[in-house]
């Protein structure tokens, strides 16, 4: 029975040009928009759809909404100067002014008085006026001539050098090849029964009837949507899962932290610890664990201790005297950065070393022959960290910080200076703006997250953001002036205000 049939995967084999009356011109504009097989024009869905299933009398006509009306051409205005001709309509409910600009071809030729004329377009009300501007129309031989569809017509995204009516119908003869495939569904018993069938989705997304309602179909809410929509999530999600899978395979050095390092670096804290940042440190010791790389996104707000968090998982590497690298995007924020660890880290006197080659050429060879012997366990820098100069003794934690300020070269660089280690090295990823682009990036790159959402200091003021026209730019200045002044902090004063 099933012979003379083939897999719905088998599709994507079988190149455009096998629709029959496609020319090899057609072919190359289809190719230079990605459309390459049979697969691809059925999966080539419409943006919009228009309703030409019913007439709508004139006076119906709604601001803003897109109709479908037959009238008769009882006036035609010529205006030379602006190159604009006017037709105006009329049927038994009102009257409709139809305007072409740069149409001077519509002068003599159409559009004679008595004739009528069927327009499809947006329609536009204005001082009691009824208005279309360049709609579709269509010169009928009598009023009763007028022509109506049965299914609601896709717009398709446009593909330069094809008209929409020829996308139509290549995309219509590779629709009834799937009546010969044999499909397999995806979406699983206890779950399809609230979906309709693969087969009738794809044929009712591309020609769904005049039944369906068109706001459900810009609201993505029809029946066939919501069936291709949960497919495509998912696949999605099996496809993470499989890559999920496979970092499974990758191994790294496990990283247990000493409690008597612990506790003494706790002892040594001027403050305690939040329960989101317990939550953190707990679940970033879990993964380090563990014999494959750890991938973990950390994201809190300004204040909410992060750097703390990030020293603590520098603990499981300290502790088994294995090299972390924490890169920033700013010498500053490196300083800092540098400044914290060595002070908390004193307690148990390990090497931390901040590298930034503009800043300590003088001393810049020396800590790189540290970093090579393995004697500084602690490595905070920019860009510099990742440099071909830089031989890292046993790499096993890289921390970046502030990472949407990277690109994936510079981050994939200090990641391969791991693998020369011998192992993958484990990644601890921290924002305090998980900006789209984190977000993507927790998606496609598989990253697990960990969130501090309690203020550090709980006494803090909160943060208030608040817009100034720029007009108030001088007395912004002088104010924030006068507050380091008080405050004497000059090093501020300068780079507020240069």
Do not use: W
Not at 36 to 62: A, G, H, R, V, W
Not at 340 to 356: A, D, E
Not at 451 to 470: A, F, G
């Amino acid at each position: 029975m099933n012979k003379n049939r083939i897999q719905l995967e088998d599709l994507d084999h079988i190149s455009v040009e096998k629709i029959n009356k496609i020319s090899f011109l057609e072919k190359r504009k289809l190719n230079r928009a990605g459309i390459n097989s049979i697969l691809d024009l059925i999966f080539y869905f419409p943006k919009n759809y228009k309703d030409q299933t019913k007439l709508s009398l004139i006076n119906e006509l709604k601001n803003g909404e897109e109709a479908f009306v037959t009238a008769k051409v009882f006036r035609k205005n010529l205006k030379e100067k602006k190159n604009q001709v006017e037709i105006y309509l009329r049927d038994r409910s009102g009257e409709l002014i139809v305007k072409f600009f740069n149409s001077s071809f519509l002068r003599k030729k159409f559009f004679k008085k008595n004739s009528y004329i069927q327009v499809y377009g947006k329609a536009y009300r204005q001082k009691n006026k009824i208005f279309m501007i360049h709609p579709e129309y269509k010169i009928l031989n009598s009023f009763s001539n007028f022509s109506l569809c049965n299914f609601l017509t896709p717009i398709y995204p446009n593909i330069s050098g094809i008209r929409q009516d020829k996308i139509h119908k290549i995309i219509k003869k590779s629709i009834r090849m799937i009546d010969h495939c044999i499909v397999q569904d995806l979406i699983p018993k206890p779950f399809n029964k609230n979906f309709i069938r693969f087969q009738q989705a794809i044929k009712n997304i591309h020609h769904p009837n005049s039944r369906c309602s068109l706001n459900e179909l810009k609201k993505y809410q029809h029946p066939a949507q919501k069936r291709l929509i949960f497919e495509e999530l998912l696949a999605f999600q099996l496809s993470f899962l499989k890559i999920k899978k496979r970092n499974f395979l990758l191994s790294a050095t496990p990283l247990i932290v000493k409690q008597s390092i612990k506790k003494k670096i706790i002892q040594n804290l001027p403050y305690s610890l939040t329960n989101s940042q317990k939550n953190a440190i707990k679940e970033i010791e879990s993964d380090l664990s563990k014999n494959v790389p750890m991938k973990r996104l950390l994201y809190g707000d300004v204040g909410t201790g992060k750097t703390i968090v990030a020293l603590f998982s520098s603990l499981c590497a300290i502790s088994n005297e294995k090299q972390v690298a924490l890169m920033t995007p700013t010498e500053i924020l490196a300083k800092q950065h540098a400044d914290f660890f060595k002070k908390i880290l004193k307690p148990i006197g390990k090497r931390v070393i901040q590298l930034c080659k503009d800043s300590d050429r003088k001393n810049y060879e020396s800590k790189l022959d540290e970093i090579k012997k393995g004697k500084a366990l602690v490595i905070i820098g920019t860009h510099s960290i990742f440099q071909d100069k830089i031989d890292f003794c046993s790499l096993s934690l890289v921390i970046i910080d502030e990472q949407h300020r990277f690109g994936v070269s510079q981050r994939s660089k200090l990641l391969k200076k791991g693998k020369l280690c011998g192992t993958h090295v484990h990644q601890l990823i921290m924002t305090a703006t998980p900006i789209p682009r984190t977000l993507s990036m927790q998606i496609y790159a598989n990253l697990d997250a960990s969130s501090i959402d309690n203020l550090h200091n709980p006494k803090r003021i909160p943060v208030r953001t608040i817009i100034i026209s720029n007009i108030r730019r001088d007395e912004l200045i002088y104010r924030i002036k006068n507050i380091f002044e008080k405050k004497k902090n000059k090093s501020l004063l300068d780079m507020y205000c240069n």
